[in-house]
T-cell receptor, first 114, second 111 residues
Framework: KAGVTQTPRYLIKTRGQQVTLSCSPI?????VSWYQQTPGQGLQFLFEYFSETQRNKGNFPGRFSGRQFSNSRSEMNVSTLELGDSALYLCASSSTGGNSYEQYFGPGTRLTVT | TQLLEQSPQFLSIQEGENLTVYCNSS?????LQWYRQEPGEGPVLLVT???GGEVKKLKRLTFQFGDARKDSSLHITAAQPGDTGLYLCAGWGESNYQLIWGAGTKLIIKP
């Protein structure tokens, strides 16, 4: 079974631009969660989508948004990029979502904002 | 707000030594997970502990969940260079749908 894939793997953007990241979960998994990882803050939860509905949301500004499609693929968008948005963005999929015991992570998208 | 504190933040030891990493909270978790992350990759789940007092072994790694389900530890016996990585603990709260993450322990095993 193929793992979680994320595209692109690396991205360089300029302040003020917007960016869209993509995540394809493991086949059959309906839950996709997004995380931001930085050296200073560690892993921080952005949001979770389950069956195309945002189920839970972390404490990030409205510039961070996401969506999930009927095939469970998910995208996250960051508008009006700031230097502090530079981070590794990880998505994770699980079969049932919510209080699931197992999440499977993709390799991440490394975003650099200059 | 539920928090997980990991210690130590950084550990560098020689191959063959033993080590323990701790994950502590003042809150109760329904389950705790341990992940290992290598540079440029996403975290990989090592184990999930669910029952208070539970002990799980994965080759040279021993994971324990505290009796009160507020803390956990990871013990590595005879560490090897392949154990090098960032070890993260994460807990599922009792009433929400997001994992609470510790800051991680960066482990380096020198040959």
């Amino acid at each position: 079974k193929a793992g979680v894939t994320q595209t692109p793997r690396y991205l360089i953007k300029t302040r003020g631009q917007q960016v869209t990241l993509s995540c394809s979960p493991i086949s059959g998994h309906r839950s996709v969660s997004w995380y931001q990882q930085t050296p200073g803050q560690g892993l921080q939860f952005l949001f979770e989508y389950f069956s195309e509905t945002q189920r839970n949301k972390g404490n990030f500004p409205g510039r961070f948004s996401g969506r999930q499609f009927s095939n469970s693929r998910s995208e996250m968008n960051v508008s009006t990029l700031e230097l502090g948005d530079s981070a590794l963005y990880l998505c994770a999929s699980s079969s049932t979502g919510g209080n699931s015991y197992e999440q499977y992570f993709g390799p991440g998208t490394r975003l650099t904002v200059t | 707000t539920q928090l997980l504190e990991q210690s130590p933040q950084f550990l560098s030891i020689q191959e063959g030594e033993n080590l323990t990493v701790y994950c502590n909270s003042s809150s109760v978790f329904s389950s705790l997970q341990w992940y290992r992350q290598e540079p440029g990759e996403g975290p990989v789940l090592l184990v999930t502990v669910v029952t208070g007092g539970e002990v799980k072994k994965l080759k040279r790694l021993t994971f324990q969940f505290g009796d009160a389900r507020k803390d956990s530890s990871l013990h590595i016996t005879a560490a090897q260079p392949g154990d090098t990585g960032l070890y993260l603990c994460a807990g599922w709260g009792e009433s929400n749908y997001q994992l609470i993450w510790g800051a991680g322990t960066k482990l380096i095993i020198k040959p």
